[in-house]
């Protein structure tokens, strides 16, 4: 199998799984509890809590444990949204592209009165920092810009809004699933207010994540009930997880520039491979883009078959056709960089890691090309395009 | 899995994938828009479908819907082609998953469109409420 799905989810790696295992059956208590092994948990949990600042260059009192990305962008979102309210500031910021974490909670505030602006995000997959200082309003409560978009990898400039958000008094909340552990970040040196991780996609477990944020910043309780992580969050923590999500977080941060040097090659290789396809493009910029992200389009032909037939040869992979979401429409990020309907259903992403092998890459893209063209010989789209009874999209 | 291993079967492996070179009927449904087009060629002998061939732009229960449908076709008179419903396609295929119905309607009216336009094409007097209105967007 080759797996190249890794924007949906990673394998876990031996070092977060052996860092889980002693905190399952040996040291399986309540950090909450007095008891010695309730205590030892709750050392390990703030072990795990200090090591994860440090990889994101904050204070442990900043970083707050959540059951994954999408809890902590609902909660990030509706904390600035309930401290704007209270002066009377009810607008954001935010793009067209967001994970749906992000766009449904924005689209929550909306009725309760909230304004949002969603920045375009051009064909380029890219907002600039410029646009965003020209949206800021006197009432604008939060800007919130995901760091690098999960399905086609470009990266926003991440450093320069968060300069301009500080400039102008706005909170800054980023949804970093998709970055970290793969990209290079600080959140004081990039003057991030707030910002969302996730440990399953850097090989760390799932159902767990992170949500950090600035010292001072009041943050709401999506879950209530409990004294856990300063109030902010109840539940008992699920200390196996934290210390697999802490494991594979600095695994990946040490290794960090190796591993972009080497995916992004293979990552090229992939794209250039892939282009030679007839009618084929690829969604978003090629830079500044995800070490391990690769989206293409190809015209004619629709995702969900181009998933069976490459799943059938051992390939796994994703796409944001309609077919594949369970929805009518194609993925809303196709749609945002401006692809039509027809095309955005073509699409196909593959997301490699450190595991990916050159082989690997050149089987995918010998795979991919079969597909496509058993495809495309039995679709009426492409027999049209070919006898120019419809025009090209791709040229 | 999402499939059942016939829909897998029709999806990998589609009988009468291709056209019909002068066919006597040609039904197109769908639209590229909605990301499901199925084109169904028919080839017309006696009043029996001496051949069908299809072609579909779609995920793969709308490819494995279309080959199915031909299959149950083939060899068929018309009145009996007429009868075939996108309920007896599903059911043929083992069922398909609730949200992927649709592709065995788009089946079921391709060759509703077909007939029609054989019927058409050679003065066949019909009833119109036969055809119905084709709920897939096909091109007005």
Request: hydrophobic share 40%.
């Amino acid at each position: 199998m080759i797996y190249a799905d890794n924007a949906a989810t990673t394998a876990m790696c031996d070092e977060a799984i052996a860092a889980m295992i002693p905190y399952c059956k040996q040291i399986f208590g309540n950090p909450s509890s007095l008891h010695t092994v309730g205590q030892v948990a709750k050392e390990a949990l703030n072990d795990a809590r200090e090591r994860i600042a440090k990889l994101l260059g904050c204070e442990p009192t900043e970083v707050y444990f959540t059951s994954g990305g999408s809890e902590a962008d609902n909660q990030a979102i509706l904390s600035a949204a309930a401290r704007g309210a209270k002066t009377g500031k009810k607008h954001i910021i935010s793009t067209a592209f967001e994970h749906h974490a992000v766009l449904h909670t924005l689209k929550k505030l909306e009725k309760q009165g909230f304004e949002v602006t969603l920045l375009d995000v051009h064909e380029s997959g890219l907002v600039t920092a410029q646009e965003v200082a020209d949206a800021i309003r006197e009432d604008t409560c939060l800007v919130t810009i995901m760091y690098a978009n999960n399905e086609i990898g470009t990266i926003q400039p991440i450093a320069e809004i968060g300069a301009v958000c500080k400039a102008r008094k706005v909170p800054f909340h980023t949804d970093a699933v998709q970055a970290v552990g793969h990209l290079k970040i600080d959140v004081r040196r990039e003057n991030i207010d707030m910002l969302s991780l996730s440990a399953h996609k850097f090989h760390g477990p799932k159902g767990i994540g992170v949500l950090y944020a600035r010292k001072g910043f009041p943050l709401v309780n999506v879950i209530e009930g409990g004294a856990q992580e300063r109030g902010k969050r109840a539940g008992t923590e699920n200390i196996p997880a934290i210390m697999g999500m802490a494991a594979a977080m600095e695994k990946a941060c040490v290794n960090l520039e190796k591993n972009a040097a080497y995916v992004s090659k293979l990552r090229d290789k992939l794209i250039d491979g892939l282009l030679t396809i007839p009618h084929t493009v690829l969604n978003g910029a090629r830079e500044p883009r995800l070490p391990g992200n690769v989206n293409v389009c190809f015209e004619g032909i629709e995702g969900e078959g181009i998933l069976l037939l490459l799943d059938a040869k051992g390939i796994c992979a994703s796409s944001g056709s309609a077919c594949t979401s369970g929805s009518l429409d194609p993925s809303h990020v196709l749609l945002a960089i401006g692809r039509p309907h027809e095309i955005a259903h073509g699409s196909l992403r593959l997301s490699i890691s450190e595991e990916t092998t050159e082989a690997d890459v050149d089987a995918i893209i010998q795979a991919t090309k079969e597909t496509v063209a058993t495809l495309r010989s039995m679709s009426p789209v492409w027999r049209d395009l070919q006898e120019g009874k419809r025009q090209y999209v791709i040229q | 899995m999402l499939y059942s291993e016939k829909v897998m079967d029709h999806f990998m492996h589609p009988r009468n994938v291709g056209t019909i070179e002068n066919a006597d009927g040609v039904g197109e449904v769908g639209n590229a828009k909605c990301g499901d087009i199925m084109k169904i060629y028919l080839k017309i002998e006696d009043g029996i479908v001496a051949d069908v061939k299809f072609e579909t732009f779609g995920c793969g229960s709308a490819i494995a819907s279309s080959s199915m449908a031909t299959e149950l076709i083939k060899g068929q008179p018309l009145s009996e082609v007429l009868k075939l419903t996108n309920k007896a396609v599903a059911e043929a295929l083992d069922g398909l998953p609730a949200h992927k119905l649709h592709c065995s309607v788009l089946a079921e009216e391709a060759i509703q469109a077909a007939v029609k336009d054989y019927y058409d094409k050679n003065h066949i007097p019909y009833d119109e409420d036969t055809f119905r209105v084709p709920s897939h967007g096909e091109e007005a």
